[in-house]
């Protein structure tokens, strides 16, 4: 099994920036492929950004060229640098992971093991 842990996350007025780290233990073979997602209350759990093995980072619309995912293998360590934060950013933070790559990687079944989230709060 592999274990993921979240941290980071914190209460920011608009326009601020958070750094959310997700740490990786256990079996790191099976955290190849990862992610973020997110869940704002009410709503479905979305991609926000995902890493593929060869390095290549894909973004959902609402977060592209405020958002930047990356990932450290020698710390096992992923990350997600927010900018530019907005109200609508609020929501409670996931880290994912697998160990073959799904069809998309922004979607939630392309995923095996979750952290417990980590809540982050915009305020205008």
């Known amino acids: 099994q592999v274990q993921l842990v979240e941290s980071g996350g914190g209460s920011v007025q608009a326009g601020g920036s958070l750094r959310l780290s997700c740490a990786v233990s256990?079996?790191?073979?099976?955290?190849?492929?990862m992610a973020w997602f997110r869940q704002a209350p009410g709503k479905e759990r979305e991609g926000v950004a995902a890493?593929?093995?060869?390095?290549?980072?894909y973004y959902a619309d609402s977060v592209k060229g405020r958002f930047t995912i990356s990932k450290d293998n020698a710390k096992f360590t992923l990350y997600l640098q927010m900018n530019s934060l907005k109200p609508e950013d609020t929501a409670m933070y996931y880290c994912?992971?697998?160990?073959?790559?799904?069809?998309?990687?922004?979607?939630?079944?392309?995923?095996?093991?979750w952290g417990r989230g980590t809540q982050v709060t915009v305020s205008s």
């Open positions: 256990g079996d790191t073979y099976r955290s190849n492929y």
């Open positions: 994912a992971a697998n160990r073959w790559r799904g069809r998309s990687l922004l979607l939630e079944r392309s995923y095996g093991s």
């Open positions: 890493v593929d093995n060869d390095g290549s980072t």
